[in-house]
């Protein structure tokens, strides 16, 4: 048995060194490791100390030019050259953290640096998170830059993505917080940080969207300013107010999570903040073309980073003789039918506004019913039928059935409940009969009408259904304004503008309106002219009758169901005039209709107007009731010649 433990030692004893053998490899190795990680970090910091002192050597040029106050002011002109208002003021008082709400505060930092106030102006964990969100979404969707990183890059870097800028902007960032208290860093923050529409700081935006200092904002307006900074012309409450209230949304579920403010408190907010704006130098309803002229620089130039002054196509007399029409005839009947909003707009016949007011009071609402409301036109919208129905072989005293419907789940009724039997297509549309409409949808189809409607620049949803006949799909004034322009100038296509140049104080052009060679045709020669009588029949003897002038017109009234809203769009040969009243709320008028206020309105507006406007091109508009017209027709052949002021961009 001894023999026997002897020799089964003597077999394990090679095993045991063969353990120990592999134990000191694995050290050695380790050891390698270790040591020429050290080494490799002892290279690489050596490496990054010389790169970062190579990048540095730039910095003390750099931070002798810092730009804190800097803002941008824009003016805007008439067309005659009058001043119409100013945005921005490069004179006013900055703010600091002290003389802001705390909310305001709060919200920015929920959403652009959550650990501003624990981090040394670079923060890596934020820097960690944003790439691993990015990771995840496949996509750039998070940035890692620290307030304080962005304050360097605006005061002392260009906006160029390279590593030196990069690099460049951490150290800045870290000399800045070596430099000021975190306080003194978050309000030249505020103060420099452009905002959109022209807007640098919280301040100027303040006073621009919402007439109040920005040490007056309640809650939800904080939280639109702070959605702001993720991209000012997409969450503009001015352009996409949709838009913003959902960004505003997100902004105040971020400070919900970091604890700033409760759930309770976050659903508390009302959707729109009805916040007056201050009256600007001109007339306050010129603030509502002069909002849609300043929305649109960012489309055009980009952010401004200069003092700009904006040319614009508004002619001051026309614009106010639009607002005295409508405002008389709201303040005269508004009580009396229960209407309390209307807006109008007048352009000429290449696109160009010459005239907007958006609503009644823009001291009271500063939401612009012409570019941003959607309403149903009503019968405004049978124009596009009809012209649809021309384009596919019919003929203005061609006969369609105006009698009740009987079959379908669908059934119209006519507005006056009387019913003509048989009768002409000009007769159908001058009376504006529902029943004749539908029935002539049916024969022409839902898609080309719609395919039509397009065409002339009609972008709203609509619903492919037989009711559309009679405009119940919603679309905006201005909208409906730009088809009816193509009917009036024989037949082109145009995009509504009214920046015409933009310079700074020295006459340095930014941008200035390209006049295209050509203009595109969108309904042939004869279609526009039959559809030009069929209209100028509906302000003889039709539903129009109201806006009937000295000179030659044609137009359409609309008036929605239950009367929620009334419509007249009409045109001569130089202008082309939108009408629209109704109630906010949706509610009903009393007794308003297409062919009474509105057309009253556009009567008031277009006389006093129509003879202060030179039109650019001769008379475009047929009229078989008018020696003048129909020899003009003959000496132009009736085509129209090409157009020389228009483009792809639409202010």
């Known amino acids: 048995m001894a023999k026997k433990a002897k020799k089964n030692a003597k077999k394990k004893a090679p095993a045991k060194k063969a353990r120990k053998s592999k ?59 009058s001043v119409i208002t100013r945005y921005g003021d490069m004179k006013r008082t900055s703010v600091t953290t002290s003389d802001l709400p705390s909310h305001l505060i709060y919200a920015i930092i929920s959403t652009e640096d959550r650990r501003f106030y624990q ?39 260009s906006h160029e993505r390279t590593l030196k800028r990069k690099i460049q902007e951490a150290m800045l960032a870290l000399w800045l917080e070596h430099g000021l208290t975190k306080d003194e860093i978050l309000s030249a923050y ?31 307006e904080s939280a639109t300013l702070a959605g702001l900074l993720k991209a000012p012309s997409r969450y503009s409450p001015l352009k ?41 130098r001109s007339s306050g309803q010129t603030r509502y073309y002069t909002d849609w002229v300043v929305d649109g620089i960012d489309d055009l130039i980009g952010t401004p980073r200069q003092d700009l002054i904006v040319h614009t196509t508004l002619q001051p007399d026309i614009q106010n003789n639009v607002e005295k029409a409508l405002t008389n005839t709201l303040n005269t009947y508004g009580e009396e039918r229960t209407v309390s909003q209307g807006a109008a707009v007048i352009l000429d016949t290449n696109g160009a506004v010459l005239a907007m007011v958006g609503g009644k009071n823009y001291r009271e609402s500063q939401f612009n019913r012409i570019t941003q409301a959607r309403r149903q036109p009503g019968s405004a919208f049978k124009p596009i039928l009809y012209l649809t129905a021309l384009e596919k072989g019919w ?33 159908a549309l001058t009376r504006s009969l529902n029943t004749a409409a539908v029935r002539l949808m049916k024969e022409t189809g839902r898609g080309p009408v719609i395919a039509t409607a397009r065409r002339l620049g ?161 008379s475009l508009l047929k009229s078989s009731r008018s020696g003048i017209g129909s020899l003009l027709r003959k000496i132009t052949g009736g085509e129209r010649q090409p157009e020389k002021d228009s483009s792809n961009l639409n202010r």
């Open 23 to 81: 134990k000191k490899k694995k050290g050695s190795l380790l050891g390698r490791m270790v040591k020429w990680l050290f080494v490799l970090g002892l290279w690489g910091g050596i490496a990054l100390t010389l790169m970062l002192a190579w990048y540095a050597q730039d910095l003390p040029d750099i931070t002798q030019a810092p730009t804190f106050e800097r803002r941008s002011s824009i003016i805007i002109k008439a067309a005659d050259g």
């Open 240 to 280: 996409n107010p949709e838009l913003s209230r959902t960004r505003s949304d997100t902004v105040l579920k971020a400070m919900v999570h970091a604890g700033y403010i409760t759930q309770d408190q976050a659903e508390g907010m009302v959707l729109i903040p009805a916040t007056p704006r201050p009256q600007s």
């Open 395 to 427: 003929k203005p005293d061609d006969l369609i059935l105006d009698a009740p419907i009987k079959k379908g789940s669908y059934r119209p009724k006519n507005f006056d409940h009387e019913y003509l039997g048989e009768i002409t297509l000009e007769t």
């Open 458 to 618: 009609i972008h709203s949803k609509l619903e492919p259904d037989l009711s559309l006949a009679l405009g119940s799909s919603v679309v905006s004034p201005l909208e409906m304004s730009v088809a009816y322009v193509s009917f009036a100038n024989g037949g082109h296509s145009v995009i509504p503008y009214a920046i015409t140049r933009i310079t700074d104080d020295e006459d340095n052009i930014y941008y200035e309106r390209r006049r295209r060679r050509g203009a595109h045709r969108v309904i042939e020669k004869s279609h526009v002219n039959d559809l030009n009588t069929m209209l100028e029949n509906v302000v003889e003897n039709g539903t129009g009758r109201r806006a009937k002038q000295s000179f030659t017109t044609a137009g359409k009234t609309g008036t929605s169901q239950e009367s929620r809203d009334a419509w007249f769009i009409g045109y001569s040969d130089k202008m082309i005039g939108a009408v629209w009243l109704g109630n906010d709320d949706n509610t009903p008028m009393e007794n308003v209709t297409g062919g009474n206020l509105p057309a009253q309105i556009w009567h008031d507006m277009m006389e006093s107007s129509h003879g202060k406007y030179k039109a650019p091109k001769p």
């Open 119 to 157: 981090h040394y102006g670079v923060d890596p964990m934020g820097i960690a998170r944003a790439m691993a969100v990015n990771v995840q979404k496949g996509r750039l969707v998070q940035g890692g830059s620290t307030i304080t990183q962005q304050l360097a890059k605006n005061l002392f870097l």
């Open 190 to 220: 505020l103060n420099r940080v452009y905002l959109g529409s022209g807007a640098y700081g919280v301040d100027a935006a303040a006073r621009l969207y919402f007439g109040k200092p920005a040490s007056q904002v309640n809650l939800r």
